[in-house]
């Protein structure tokens, strides 16, 4: 069966691994191990078959499972195209409320420019936000909506101000 998470536990500190016996190990494709030698798995040097440490490979793995438990930060919108927690463009957001608790915070990705959201608990938005400007949007929300229309008198009463001053 194939395990989505490595137990990193399964790496014998003192032995050494080649490759194969990694992907043996786990029961993953050697690709995969592989792509964890380029993204800083160490090896004991760099003569074929490549050889990894029972410790560095446990070490890895801790890492790399710490690594994908990341969440963002206050101020961060997870971009899924980039696969990574960033601060949108301009630091701002919208808010979109969803329900009278939870809303979304929607920002634009600075290095690709897709739309990021997060879901947020409205009673958590000031925490979950940071310092980014969040703009609120339409939606369910009343918050904020006034019993009474505004009355602006001063502008209804300038188009006729202004046509009597035309010559
Ligand atoms: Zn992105």
Redesign the pocket.
């Given at each position: 069966m194939k395990t989505r998470h490595p137990n990193p536990r399964l790496a014998k500190t003192y032995r050494t691994y080649t490759v194969v016996e990694v992907a043996e190990l786990y029961d993953i494709h050697r690709n995969t191990v592989r792509e964890w030698i380029k993204r800083g798995l160490p090896t004991i040097d760099d003569r074929r078959p490549l050889v990894v440490r029972g410790h560095d490979l446990a070490a890895f793995l801790v890492a790399r499972r710490s690594r994908k438990k990341r969440t963002c930060q206050p101020g961060e919108l997870y971009?899924v195209?980039?696969r990574a927690p960033?601060t949108p463009a301009g630091d701002m957001a919208d808010f979109e409320p969803v329900s009278a608790t939870v809303g979304n915070l929607i920002g634009i990705?600075p290095?690709?420019d897709?739309l990021m959201n997060r879901r947020v608990n409205v009673a958590k938005l000031g925490a979950v936000s940071g310092k980014l400007e969040v703009t609120p949007t339409q939606g369910p929300s009343r918050i904020g909506d006034s019993p009474e229309p505004s009355v602006n008198s001063d502008f209804t009463r300038e188009p006729e101000t202004y046509a009597k001053s035309q010559p």
């Open positions: 971009c195209r980039c960033r990705c290095v690709c897709c």
